[in-house]
């Protein structure tokens, strides 16, 4: 392996969140707009052969792990074709996915059969009606029928992903609460970021991590800190005193965590981006399409690592929201 992607504030990036498309079946109101979407032509999605390529080149830069996203990743015809591609790439340790679950009843034992363990499930809300409230959409029950079914093809960890929002996060904490103690499935909420479509996002908007502990500690049992598991992942674990339920914070806006960052990302058509919040991205698609060697390829993902700046500026006046939205960076 040659030296690992350190930038120049010394972050060792072993991290490589792969986008499989930029489309979806919903249309979650801090992702997508709610009509008039121009999707990405599918002839610039990076093929499956381009993915496994990268995943090779990203390994002898020490990549170790990867997770699939999007868009929705399971709108992508054949995705447990790519996740058997990627599970035999030697020095892949860990592959994980995150979904909103929809098609998740349809291809959890398929995924499972080609090698992926990890699944992520959005679920902002535990409720219909609170559901179609974020999502624009019908179907919540499908979800859970999709959490079932990961459970019984044997997924394990599964993590549930749920955005917080101030006026329609609050009555949902609960209920997840106990929804995490039941199942044994960690609940994660994850602050509102700026990278919504609809450019509606404030601060104001965001329901902070600190006030859904208190939340919780006051209206089910204190919740206590967990050590991380590993200083560098973005979540924040809590255990209920009585050590029944996880609870996670990825608490991006009000304890924001670039100093330990780890990872860079490609976005389905190929750009590869240092930073969810990154305002500059770097072409690899071109490359990989006209048969540049690994060298030049992996060159270029150097260079854009140390380029990487120290953080986000989301809670400065200086902030300038990216142009892509989330659905097509890949979150
Ligand atoms: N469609 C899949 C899903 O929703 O799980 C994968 C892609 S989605 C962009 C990845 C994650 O980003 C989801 O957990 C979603 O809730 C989260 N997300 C999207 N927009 C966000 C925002 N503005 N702030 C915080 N999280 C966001
Ligand atoms: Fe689709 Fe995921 Fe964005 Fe929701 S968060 S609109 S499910 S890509």
């Given at each position: 392996m040659n030296a690992p992607l350190i930038d120049s504030f010394g972050r060792v990036h072993d991290n490589l969140r792969i986008s499989v498309?930029?489309?979806?079946n919903i249309r979650c109101f801090y992702c997508m707009p709610a009509e008039n979407v121009t999707f990405m032509d599918r002839r610039d999605l990076l093929t499956f052969e381009e993915l496994e390529r990268f995943a090779r080149i990203a390994v002898t830069l020490g990549i170790t792990k990867l997770r699939l996203t999007g868009g929705e990743p399971l709108v992508r015809r054949n995705l447990d074709e790519l996740v058997r591609r990627l599970a035999a790439v030697p020095g892949i340790q860990d592959i994980g996915l995150t979904t909103n679950g929809l098609l998740l009843a349809d291809q959890a034992e398929a995924l499972f059969a080609a090698g992926l363990r990890r699944i992520n499930v959005s679920l902002d809300a535990l409720d219909p009606v609170r559901f179609k409230e974020f999502t624009r959409r019908d179907g919540y029950e499908k979800v859970i029928e999709g959490i079932h079914a990961a459970k019984r093809a044997g997924f394990d960890p599964i993590k549930i992903n749920a955005v917080s929002v101030r006026g329609m996060t609050e009555d949902q904490v609960v209920p997840f609460g106990h929804f995490a103690r039941e199942t044994g499935v960690e609940v994660r909420f994850i602050e509102y970021m700026p990278l919504d479509a609809d450019a509606a996002w404030e601060r104001e908007k965001v329901l902070f991590a600190q006030e859904i502990v208190d939340q919780l500690s006051a209206e089910i049992q204190p919740l206590v800190a967990l050590p991380p598991r590993d200083t560098r992942a973005p979540a924040t674990d809590y255990e209920f005193a009585d050590g029944i339920g996880r609870i996670g914070f990825i608490a991006s806006v009000s304890q924001p965590f670039c100093l330990s960052c780890n990872r860079i990302r490609i976005t389905a058509d190929g750009k590869l981006r240092n930073c969810l919040f990154s305002l500059e991205e770097t072409d690899l698609r071109g490359l990989l399409r006209e048969g540049a060697p690994d060298d030049e390829i992996a060159a270029l993902v150097r260079q854009s690592v140390s380029a990487k700046k120290e953080g986000h500026e989301i809670n400065t006046a200086r902030f300038v929201q990216p142009e892509r939205p989330m659905y097509s960076i890949g979150g």
């Amino acid at each position: 392996m040659n030296a690992p992607l350190i930038d120049s504030f010394g972050r060792v990036h072993d991290n490589l969140r792969i986008s499989v498309t930029d489309r979806c079946n919903i249309r979650c109101f801090y992702c997508m707009p709610a009509e008039n979407v121009t999707f990405m032509d599918r002839r610039d999605l990076l093929t499956f052969e381009e993915l496994e390529r990268f995943a090779r080149i990203a390994v002898t830069l020490g990549i170790t792990k990867l997770r699939l996203t999007g868009g929705e990743p399971l709108v992508r015809r054949n995705l447990d074709e790519l996740v058997r591609r990627l599970a035999a790439v030697p020095g892949i340790q860990d592959i994980g996915l995150t979904t909103n679950g929809l098609l998740l009843a349809d291809q959890a034992e398929a995924l499972f059969a080609a090698g992926l363990r990890r699944i992520n499930v959005s679920l902002d809300a535990l409720d219909p009606v609170r559901f179609k409230e974020f999502t624009r959409r019908d179907g919540y029950e499908k979800v859970i029928e999709g959490i079932h079914a990961a459970k019984r093809a044997g997924f394990d960890p599964i993590k549930i992903n749920a955005v917080s929002v101030r006026g329609m996060t609050e009555d949902q904490v609960v209920p997840f609460g106990h929804f995490a103690r039941e199942t044994g499935v960690e609940v994660r909420f994850i602050e509102y970021m700026p990278l919504d479509a609809d450019a509606a996002w404030e601060r104001e908007k965001v329901l902070f991590a600190q006030e859904i502990v208190d939340q919780l500690s006051a209206e089910i049992q204190p919740l206590v800190a967990l050590p991380p598991r590993d200083t560098r992942a973005p979540a924040t674990d809590y255990e209920f005193a009585d050590g029944i339920g996880r609870i996670g914070f990825i608490a991006s806006v009000s304890q924001p965590f670039c100093l330990s960052c780890n990872r860079i990302r490609i976005t389905a058509d190929g750009k590869l981006r240092n930073c969810l919040f990154s305002l500059e991205e770097t072409d690899l698609r071109g490359l990989l399409r006209e048969g540049a060697p690994d060298d030049e390829i992996a060159a270029l993902v150097r260079q854009s690592v140390s380029a990487k700046k120290e953080g986000h500026e989301i809670n400065t006046a200086r902030f300038v929201q990216p142009e892509r939205p989330m659905y097509s960076i890949g979150g």
